[in-house]
């Protein structure tokens, strides 16, 4: 399958996009601006944005705790998503709910959340909607390595298979859950081979090539489509900076860490474009383009209002309980 140029350069686009995001929400997490856990997707930047690319705008993905990647991916506002990890009133959830719990029903992202595996059950559920409603969307659940391993993950892989639910399931092999490498939890070469259990077709695909993971979603998402079920898609990848923003990563091997900076899914979206005919001069414009739309963020963040803790005492009265 051949790629216009337009094409490859969305998919570099969103890719730089993701990763300026993320080098600057670090930055500014170290200078004070942002509290809390901050889990960097630096590295797999290439999985979100292939799966995404082979969504519809109607398509729903679930998210996780390392999910900014995701969220903007999947179309959200940059500005938005900054200012909820500054805690400010003009972020997706008025500021209380930071870096993992990120949600934009207006681009079908039903949200992150940071219990571990806590959105694969979640996925079942929408793909369970998504049947009752009688339309054809389909919704793309991001995981790890080690959610793999919890109860959830093999119960809402039966419930879909037996259902056939429209879900694609996007196991993100980072090779670590933590600091336990995935070695140490698993002895199949493969997880996706953990599909096969459940009469899920299970595929592998390196996931530092956006286009190798496009093609993987898209089949995916027409099978869904076609009502054929669910998949499991396991993207290989590894993180290039630790669990969270204070965790230096020293247990990860620093040869494995050069090795798959090699391939980094920049380098490698890069080399789709030049391999189209794009000048490195071409590139570097487009990297310019992503420094002004992040400073903008930054500034909308900086200078929007706080919360108003009379709003949120006036909202809690509406609670049950």
């Known amino acids: 399958m051949n790629f216009d140029l337009t094409f490859l350069l969305s998919l570099y686009r969103k890719i730089r996009l993701i990763r300026r995001f993320e080098e600057t929400g670090i930055e500014k997490y170290r200078e004070g601006w942002i509290h809390g856990y901050f889990h960097p997707y630096i590295g797999q930047e290439a999985i979100a944005v292939g799966v995404c690319a082979a969504l519809r705008a109607d398509d729903y993905i679930i998210s996780t705790h390392?999910?900014?990647?995701?969220?903007?991916?999947?179309?959200?506002?940059?500005?938005?998503?900054?200012?909820?990890?500054y805690g400010k009133a003009a972020g997706y959830s008025m500021g209380r709910g930071g870096s993992m719990h990120i949600a934009d029903c207006a681009t079908g992202n039903i949200g992150a959340n940071g219990i571990v595996g806590g959105g694969i059950p979640l996925a079942?559920?929408?793909?369970?909607?998504?049947?009752?409603?009688?339309?054809?969307?389909?919704?793309?659940?991001?995981?790890?390595?080690?959610?793999?391993?919890?109860?959830?993950?093999?119960?809402?892989?039966?419930?879909?298979?037996?259902?056939?639910?429209?879900?694609?399931?996007?196991?993100?092999?980072?090779?670590?859950?933590?600091?336990?490498?995935?070695?140490?939890t698993a002895l199949c070469e493969h997880l996706s081979e953990r599909g096969a259990g459940y009469g899920i077709p299970g595929r592998s695909v390196f996931g530092n090539d956006p286009l190798e993971v496009y093609h993987a979603a898209k089949e995916a998402a027409d099978l869904a489509r076609a009502g054929g079920g669910p998949a499991l898609i396991e993207a290989k990848t590894h993180r290039l900076l630790g669990h969270h923003v204070r965790d230096i990563g020293s247990y990860m091997p620093q040869e494995d860490v050069d090795l798959w900076r090699s391939k980094d899914?920049?380098?490698?979206?890069?080399?789709?474009?030049?391999?189209?005919?794009?000048?490195?001069?071409?590139?570097?414009?487009?990297?310019?383009?992503?420094?002004?739309?992040?400073?903008?963020?930054?500034?909308?963040?900086?200078?929007s209002a706080e919360p108003s803790v009379e709003e949120f005492l006036e909202e809690m009265k509406t609670y049950p309980g």
Do not use: W
């Open 66 to 85: 390392r999910g900014h990647g995701h969220c903007i991916a999947k179309g959200a506002d940059i500005r938005r998503m900054m200012a909820e990890l």
């Open 124 to 184: 079942a559920g929408v793909g369970m909607g998504i049947r009752q409603e009688g339309s054809d969307r389909v919704a793309a659940c991001f995981f790890g390595d080690g959610a793999s391993n919890n109860g959830v993950f093999g119960e809402s892989l039966n419930l879909a298979a037996i259902y056939r639910l429209p879900v694609i399931l996007i196991l993100e092999n980072n090779c670590y859950a933590a600091t336990t490498h995935v070695r140490e």
């Open 265 to 303: 899914p920049l380098l490698v979206a890069a080399e789709h474009l030049r391999q189209a005919g794009m000048s490195n001069d071409g590139i570097a414009a487009v990297d310019r383009e992503i420094e002004e739309k992040i400073a903008e963020a930054v500034i909308f963040a900086e200078s």
